[in-house]
């Protein structure tokens, strides 16, 4: 088993890179004058010569990465998500997602965990944004271990990527040594016939702290770990769907237009079940410390394991 580790997977992100760097050379490494935050300043320090900072001009930054993948290069471009998803949207849908370009767009600081920077930077959007585009791959890993192994998959994926950073540190969950990575593939981490738990990001973990918690109560509960949100597992989906009855999604996120509605539009085509979804209900966030946030909009383990026991007393 690999050893427990507790940090933002915007550092597991900046570390991954810059490794992968030296195996794979066509990798390029874009940031916006974010490099300090979104951590790509250990790329920068490592291979300086293919680093380009573009300034405080997010969509340029996708022109140029753009420009870039049409020369053969695997371009990496990352700022905070509100900015690489929401402000240059129209240039990753025209200038990335319509050729089908290599690129990667890299959203650091997603969602109510960016904190103190307030409801400007806490983008609960960019998943949504980015489902919309015809063929972007959404990932939106845990933690260290499952970052690390989704750079690489974006890497060998040869088209768009949307890659979901978080600010906040998570203690990792996937370190058992019969992890794998899969795209498109969720991950069944605890088992149970009671109600399935489906959760993504941060959220994990919370999920996790909460199966347990019931597990000790008497109440069985199956978490799947959804790390692409598209394409999304279908199958791992509607088996917990027919085996379990009831459905609960856990997303730091606004709950339209994310994981909760992409395991409706399944559910409800191929196997209709009853679904509840934990996430930011239609609303912005606000500036505060992180951990007091999650707790405010119910995406902590205590409200999961709330909700949990009240769609079982239904």
Known sequence: ????????????????????????????????????????????????????????AESNMIGIAAGLATCGKIPFAASFA??????????????VGYPKLNVKVVGSHAGISVGEDGATHQCNE??????????????????????????????????????????????????NDDYHFELGKGIQLHDGN?????????????????????E???????????HTIKPIDEEIIIKAAKETGKIITVEEHNVIGGLGEAVCS?????????????????RYGYSGPAVDLLKEFGLCAENIEKVIKEELAK
Request: charged fraction near 25%; proline fraction near 4%.
């Open 1 to 56: 088993m690999a050893e427990i580790v507790k940090k933002a997977t915007r550092e597991s992100f900046g570390e991954a890179v810059t490794k992968l760097a030296e195996k794979y050379p066509e990798i390029v490494v874009l940031d916006a004058d974010l490099a300090a935050a979104t951590k790509t300043g250990t790329f920068k320090k490592a291979h300086p010569d293919r680093f380009f900072d573009c300034g405080i």
């Open 82 to 95: 509100m900015f690489s998803a929401g402000r240059a949207y129209e240039q990753i849908r025209n200038s």
């Open 126 to 175: 960019d998943i949504a944004l980015m489902r919309t585009i015809p063929g972007m791959v959404v990932l939106n890993p845990a933690d260290h271990y499952e970052m690390l192994a989704a750079v690489e998959a974006a890497v060998l994926h040869k088209g768009p990527v949307y890659l979901r950073l978080g600010r906040l540190a998570a203690e990792s969950i996937n370190n």
């Open 194 to 214: 009671d109600i399935t738990v489906v959760a993504t990001g941060l959220m994990v973990g919370e999920a996790l702290k909460a199966v347990k918690s019931l």
């Open 216 to 226: 000790e109560q008497g109440v069985h509960a199956r978490l799947i770990n959804i």
């Open 266 to 282: 399944v559910l409800s085509e191929k196997c209709p079940t009853p679904v509840r979804k934990i996430g930011v209900y239609d």
